[in-house]
């Protein structure tokens, strides 16, 4: 038969003054911390919400440039293929518009057939009915970008205040 003695710890007046002593030293301690974590965030929070407002702003910058460059690859799309169209220029620019639906502000477009400039219909069907497998070129301007926070932050490069895209295809 296995017997085992239990052993009580006796305190006497010297260790519970110890022990005692441990605590008032450990909520000290936690006391003096307390505001620890309060400066600590009040470092923190300014560079973190400016790495936060950047990652918006160029999200924006990023998703308006996407909406141009689309515009411009479809509107060159469209114009490479009105060859013997009567309004090639005045349907690519309806086309690029409609591509451009979500884009609020003024949208501008520059076309060229075979690196000359075209800006009415009828240059335009001229130039595409004597311009078989030539390129043709279609600039899309977005010139009323507004950025989520305007201005520049510490002297570094503020947005741009219009977006550009250019696109070319060859004339079918």
Avoid: H
């Avoid at 006796?10 to 974590?37: C, D, E, F, M």
């Avoid at 790495?51 to 440039?65: D, K, M, R």
């Avoid at 000359?116 to 004597?130: E, F, G, P, R, Y």
């Amino acid at each position: 038969m296995n017997t085992r003695t239990v052993r009580l710890r006796k305190w006497n007046l010297s260790s519970l003054a110890v022990a005692g002593l441990g605590r008032s030293r450990q909520a000290t301690s936690r006391r003096r911390q307390r505001g620890i974590a309060a400066v600590e965030f009040a470092l923190l929070a300014p560079p973190l919400l400016v790495i936060v407002l950047g990652i918006a702003q160029f999200g924006w910058l990023l998703g308006n440039y996407v909406m141009v460059a689309n515009a411009a690859s479809s509107g060159a799309r469209y114009f490479a293929g009105q060859r013997g169209s009567a309004t090639p220029y005045t349907a690519t620019q309806a086309q690029v518009a409609t591509s451009a639906a979500y884009l609020t502000g003024t949208l501008t477009l520059t076309t060229y057939v075979n690196g000359t400039q075209c800006t009415s219909d009828t240059d335009c069907a001229t130039d595409l009915a004597s311009a078989a497998n030539a390129p043709t070129t279609v600039t899309v301007t977005y010139s009323s970008f507004s950025p989520l926070f305007k201005g520049k932050l510490a002297g570094l490069v503020g947005m741009p205040t219009s977006l550009s895209a250019t696109m070319i295809e060859r004339v079918q």
